[in-house]
């Protein structure tokens, strides 16, 4: 007999209400470069709460036919199963438009919601902590833990009536529509600061003294034959070494994840650095004891952070530090020590495609790769006088700072959502049908 309450909440399996679907074992040698292709979802692509698509497969559009069930569609919920939950937190997603066209791939999981279960409500259920708590006591593997389709199926929760499911949603979904959005401006406004950093230091068109671009209005170049290519007159070709402190640690020697607690310096990791910034909130605390602030690299406001070992070069710039703070082992902490540059000149320069290019021609390993330090350090660049890269240094900050803002704004959202979300969702907090 089913356990209904009161309100007309009802104890359901998702399996009961849902319709999921896992994917379709896509072979890897027809894989296709073609940018207009239909990309393939695979659980590299999930991260928490969003898709990403560095480095996505393609499927040739001709070879479709015979998978249309595996397309997806905005608002589809995503979740990895294989996986399924990794220091950052569950590994799901929504779909969005901008992640269309796509299909489905093995060992991923699909949910729709059906004539009893709102779509958008759906994605609640699965971000709750009820679910992540179910996901970790029920799947299984030590070098991979994996979760099955069935045991999704299988997981309980009370179900409000239809109109309950819509109303709720609405309220969450609003955060996370303000949350959309701030991304989106930092996405304009990381593109301009980038679009910026080309234009002045590539491109050698940073003002001159009237005001007009350099190069193209004439401005005096001279042949470098270590860059082996003209550069504006007065700038020196330089090794990024000399003008940065780069460094790195070795780990917490013998500390294991059982001894995090919950008052202590911070130690950020990869799985912390998320949209250029640290994500504090899923930073893991040591003990006091522990911090040896005359050996660890004590972090400070507008440090650098890059990835060096696995997913190189994941960047994050600390706008703010919450408490005593050092890196973990897979991490370089980048500090500006030149009398020319400065620290929003090498943020930008970190960001920017030229620097990708020349990290991936160091990288090294092929089981994990890896970068070192002398492979940053050594890098050659174009060094600006230091008014220019001054000018520019005003510049970048500002747009940093509204980044920072919008950033701040959306974590201040994440948390309000975070709070309301499992009182909504076990009804301790009732709201009105009119809300949807």
């Known amino acids: 007999m089913k356990q209904v309450t009161a309100t007309g909440w009802v104890l359901v399996r998702l399996g009961e209400v849902a319709n999921l679907l896992t994917g379709f074992p896509f072979k890897s040698?027809?894989?296709?470069?073609?940018?207009?292709a239909p990309r393939l979802l695979r659980g590299d692509n999930v991260a928490q709460g969003i898709l990403r698509w560095d480095g996505a497969k393609r499927w040739?559009?001709?070879?479709?036919?015979?998978?249309?069930?595996y397309w997806l569609r905005e608002g589809d919920i995503i979740l990895a199963m294989d996986?399924?939950?990794i220091e950052a937190g569950l590994k799901y997603a929504s779909v969005r438009d901008s992640d269309l066209p796509s299909l489905l791939v093995q060992r991923v999981a699909r949910l729709r919601g059906t004539?009893?279960?709102?779509t958008r409500f759906l994605k609640y259920v699965i971000a709750s902590k009820a679910f992540t708590d179910y996901v970790l006591a029920v799947q299984t593997g030590t070098t991979i833990p994996h979760i099955s389709g069935d045991q999704i199926k299988s997981f309980e929760f009370?179900?409000?009536p239809l109109q309950q499911q819509r109303s709720i949603a609405h309220i969450l979904h609003t955060f996370d529509d303000k949350i959309e959005l701030n991304q989106q401006m930092n996405k304009t406004l990381e593109a301009i600061g980038k679009a910026t950093f080309k234009h002045w230091f590539v491109d050698f068109e940073f003002p001159n003294e009237e005001g007009r671009?350099?190069?193209?209005?004439?401005g005096e170049m001279a042949y470098s034959e270590e860059l082996e290519k003209e550069i504006p007159k007065g700038w020196q070709p330089d090794k990024l070494g000399n003008h940065s402190i780069i460094k790195g640690r070795i780990g917490w020697k013998g500390l294991q994840v059982s001894e995090y607690v919950d008052q202590g310096p911070y130690i950020v990791g990869g799985s912390q650095l998320l949209d250029n910034r640290v994500n504090w909130d899923n930073c893991p605390r040591v003990p006091q004891e522990r911090y040896d602030e005359s050996a660890d690299i004590m972090l400070?406001?507008?440090d650098i952070l890059m990835t060096k070992d696995g997913t190189i070069g994941k960047l994050a710039f600390v706008n703010e530090l919450p408490g005593p703070s050092t890196v973990a082992s897979g991490i370089f902490v980048?500090?500006?020590n030149s009398q020319t540059l400065n620290q929003m000149y090498l943020w930008s320069l970190f960001k920017s495609d030229t620097f990708r290019w020349l990290v991936e021609t160091r990288i090294e390993g092929s089981v994990i790769p890896h970068l070192y330090q002398r492979d940053i350090a050594d890098l050659q660049i174009v060094l600006p006088t230091r008014d220019v890269a001054s000018e520019f240094g005003l510049a970048a900050r500002s747009i940093q700072r509204k980044i920072s803002a919008n950033s701040e704004f959306s974590l201040r959202l994440r948390r309000m959502r975070d709070s309301l979300l499992p009182k909504l969702m076990s009804g301790k907090i009732r709201v009105p049908v009119e809300a949807g």
Do not use: C, F, M
């Not at 040739?60 to 069930?69: C, F, L, N, R, S």
């Not at 004539?115 to 709102?118: A, E, G, S």
């Not at 671009?213 to 004439?218: A, I």
């Open 158 to 160: 009370l179900l409000p």
């Open 334 to 336: 980048i500090r500006n």
């Open 300 to 302: 400070r406001e507008s």
């Open 83 to 85: 996986r399924p939950w």
């Open 60 to 69: 040739p559009q001709a070879a479709t036919k015979d998978v249309a069930e």
């Open 29 to 36: 040698d027809k894989y296709v470069d073609d940018s207009n």
């Open 115 to 118: 004539d009893r279960l709102h």
């Open 213 to 218: 671009p350099y190069k193209s209005s004439g």
